[in-house]
């Protein structure tokens, strides 16, 4: 069985306090056997994969809430075509992806591409379009031919719910393949790492005030919707994972011990020089593409808990802080003996695209900050420049075609994974200390107090788009701005 959370256990607790005036023991045994936690320990399960064919996917998208096979039981969650996660989309540059959004659920949705290098225009990737219930949106993404490969994901962006939807099951993965650059491995997986809260009868437990200010983290950490589940192998293989982060505030610091772990793309890109796993924190939306020689034995992948402060700072302990846990399996890697598979070196990647030495046209800004008195009226108080978001009013005017650095000041007691929809940025310093690596993400974390700067060349497609904590109720909150490039 699962080690109860704290969360549990204090909701249990709490249940405990009742059941003692009402019968006792045998409730309180009858919740916890039922109780909020899942099923651990099944096979790894890769998500349906829907690949292009002759430059086109064509798919449908059905948004529906209902029964769905999660964390080892029937759990009542949201889900595309069913599935927690949705279908991973596989495409290559130059494709056209045309996605139907169909929506069964009782209120509206939308559909966003995240870190695609696509239009935000149009029926494209354009997040002020709501799809009402009962509607449907066809979508259609043209990728440039020159589009990075690499690991993205798509998700619901209508603003104020998105935290919910998001937590409730709505996300999926997105390849874009070269197959020029595909690495020589035995076997690629995709793990989509997301968080829930269920209660005893299987729904997903609403995130309280506080927990919204926070940025709510579930109970329970999954993997491609399974809890725990057993990843096999055998020693001499090479493995490609390509992990995404859909939890909506949860950062993970991932380590497997044991085994040769290294670290080759994160977000939309290859790095020019791969790493160790060690210090690369996944925030919300962030990916990471590794790849593993398996080492005979049992290895637990492990999210190990990230302080990513709390209203009232770092120093105040409180059992909604967010990381107070201990560390949690969310896999286990077992490895049997193998040959050594006949497999060419990985090839060192090309070298990135680097700004450091480019001349910028424009610098700017932008602040986040998290108002007290606010937050307790209800959240006014999550700011970008001291506004909460307005889809009506343009935050940031940029030329397109030109080259800017923005600085992202953090002037609040929490982390904020600031994104940026369309352009991938290249971090050129975190907290004073430069990068020195040319490093390209599309959600970069700005440090309690700190701040960080990144060139981001506003190219290709204009439009008008978003930018936003990635701490997904912070963006709901009203933690996003909106950026015009024309
Ligand atoms: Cu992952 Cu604006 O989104
Ligand atoms: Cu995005
Ligand atoms: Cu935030």
């Known amino acids: 069985m699962e080690p109860i959370s704290r969360r549990t256990a204090l909701a249990l607790g709490g249940i405990g306090l009742v059941s003692a005036t009402v019968g006792g023991v045998g409730l309180w045994r009858e919740l916890a056997a039922t109780g909020p936690a899942g099923t651990a320990g099944g096979t790894f399960r890769a998500p349906e994969e829907l690949r292009s064919a002759d430059g086109v996917l064509d798919v449908r998208l059905e948004v529906s809430r209902g029964l769905h096979d999660v964390a080892g039981r029937q759990a009542t969650t949201l889900g595309y075509n069913g599935g927690v ?15 139907e959004l169909v929506n069964r659920l009782q209120e509206a949705t939308n559909l966003h591409v995240h870190g695609l290098h696509v239009s935000p225009e149009g029926t494209a990737d354009n997040v002020f379009l709501s799809v009402g219930p009962g509607t449907s949106q066809q979508y259609e993404y043209v ?15 209508l603003h104020g719910t998105v935290a919910d939807q998001l937590f409730g099951g709505l996300y999926g993965a997105i390849v874009v393949d070269d197959p020029t650059q595909d690495l020589p491995v035995t076997r690629e997986r995709t793990l989509v790492v997301s968080d829930l809260t269920l209660d005893g009868s299987g729904h997903v437990v609403a995130a309280s005030a506080p927990e919204r200010m926070m940025g709510r983290e579930g109970d329970l950490v999954l993997v491609n919707g399974q809890l725990r589940p057993r990843l096999d192998a055998t020693s001499g293989e090479r493995e490609l994972w390509r992990v995404v982060n859909a939890c909506a505030s949860r950062f993970l610091d991932l380590s497997l011990a044991g085994q040769d772990v290294r670290v080759v793309g994160r977000d939309g890109a290859r790095l020019g020089r791969d790493s160790g796993l060690d210090g690369i924190v996944l925030t919300p939306g962030n990916r990471a593409d590794l790849v593993v020689e398996p080492t005979e034995g049992r290895s637990e992948l492990t999210a190990h808990p990230v302080d990513r402060g709390g209203p009232m700072g770092h120093m105040m302990g409180s059992d909604l802080l967010p990381g107070d846990g ?15 598979a006949d497999l060419a ?27 007290m008195g606010g937050m307790m009226a209800g959240g006014g108080g999550f700011t970008i420049d001291g506004r909460t978001f307005d889809p009506d009013r343009v935050d940031q005017q940029v030329r397109l075609g030109t080259v800017e650095e923005w600085t992202i000041r953090n002037d609040s007691p929490m982390d904020h994974p600031f994104h940026l ?16 690596e040319p490093l390209w993400l599309d959600v970069v974390n700005v440090p309690a107090g700190g701040a960080v700067t990144v060139r ?27 950026v015009t490039a024309r």
């Open 85 to 99: 996660p949705g279908p991973t989309l596989r495409v290559r540059a130059g494709d056209t992806l045309r996605i």
């Open 456 to 482: 981001v060349p506003f190219e290709d497609f204009g439009g008008r788009t978003v930018y936003h904590c990635h701490v997904l109720d912070h963006e709901d909150l009203g933690m996003m701005g909106t």
């Open 326 to 340: 201990g560390p949690v399996a969310i896999a286990d890697l077992v490895v049997g003996p193998g040959p050594t």
């Open 143 to 157: 990728l440039p031919a020159d589009h990075p490969a690499g690991t993205f994901w798509y998700h619901p962006h």
């Open 345 to 371: 070196p990985v090839p060192a990647a090309p070298a990135p695209r680097d700004l450091r030495d480019t001349e910028v046209s424009g610098r700017r800004t932008l602040t986040f900050r998290m108002g």
């Open 421 to 436: 929809h369309v352009w991938p940025m290249q971090v050129l310093a975190v907290g004073g200390s430069p990068v020195s």
